[in-house]
């Protein structure tokens, strides 16, 4: 038990080495505040007991093993338990709220107590990850929110898009046969009811996401559909591809990984 506690107190110090590191102003790709977009808050209470019970084994379930956010987007920790605890760059004294503003693009992999692995890594990816969108299982959400720490193939279509009909069943048979990478289809604006019935008819279930107000494919920098991008682990995007796929584009975007 001892060694245990000594552990609860020596990862928030070695947090607070990343979090220094991470928030200098002088690293390359550091934004200022002035040229962050707003971002939003991801918030995480830490209840009394936390410790005990994944001592214990037990599972908490209120912090991802992998979290998406967006650049300029803020973690806030409230320690409402009696240790201290340690989350990525954040360590956080008992009955302390941190808040972290992330200024960089990258990924923080470190300790994280309130997860039964003891680790988190955490993707600080482009702004436009996290622009809104809506899915067809849940309503409003964003890419974020369909990132899991895998690399991400991104397709956007639209429902008169003949190329795109016979696409995506071949996306579907892809991300079947490649498990490691996650497939996230993103419609072009088109209403909710023909982009049900256009994947019911073509065969499609990957996740799907409708780009409404076309933010995302904007910020993308998306010409035409159909238009592929590869996002490896990192939420950069590492490859792309326009046009209809040819008999080796996929295995040309693996490879970009």
């Known amino acids: 038990m001892a060694a245990r506690f000594r552990a609860l107190f020596l990862a928030p110090l070695l947090a607070v080495v990343l979090l220094g590191c991470a928030g200098n102003d002088n690293d390359s790709g550091t934004k200022s505040e002035s ?15 936390t410790a005990a019970r994944i001592s214990r084994g037990e599972d908490p379930k209120f912090f991802p ?35 972290f ?12 107590t309130i997860h039964p692995s003891q680790q988190t890594r955490i993707i600080v990816a482009p702004s436009y990850v996290v622009t809104d969108v809506d899915s067809l299982d849940t309503g409003a959400t964003t890419l974020a929110a369909h990132m899991d720490g895998r690399p991400t193939l991104i397709t956007v279509w639209a429902t008169w898009c003949e190329p795109c ?10 991300a079947e046969s490649h498990p490691e990478i996650n497939v996230v289809t993103v419609n072009l604006g088109d209403d909710r009811s023909s982009v049900t019935s256009f994947l019911d008819d073509v065969g499609v279930s990957l996740t799907s996401l409708i780009d409404t107000e076309g933010r995302l494919t904007s910020a993308m920098k998306v010409a035409s559909v159909p238009s592929l991008a590869m996002i490896d682990s990192k939420g950069a995007v590492v490859a792309r591809h326009t046009g209809e796929l040819g008999s080796g584009t996929l295995d040309e975007l693996l490879d970009s990984l």
């Open 35 to 49: 040229e962050l977009p707003a971002g939003i808050t991801h918030t995480y209470t830490v209840p009394a007991g």
């Open 65 to 99: 093993a992998v979290l998406v956010v967006g650049l300029g987007d803020t973690l806030a920790v409230d320690n409402q338990d009696v240790v201290p605890h340690t989350v990525g760059p954040l360590g956080v004294r008992p009955n302390e709220t941190y808040r």
């Open 101 to 112: 503003r992330f200024t960089k693009e990258g990924v923080f992999e470190g300790a994280c």
């Open 165 to 174: 009909r016979r696409e995506l069943p071949q996306l579907q048979e892809f």
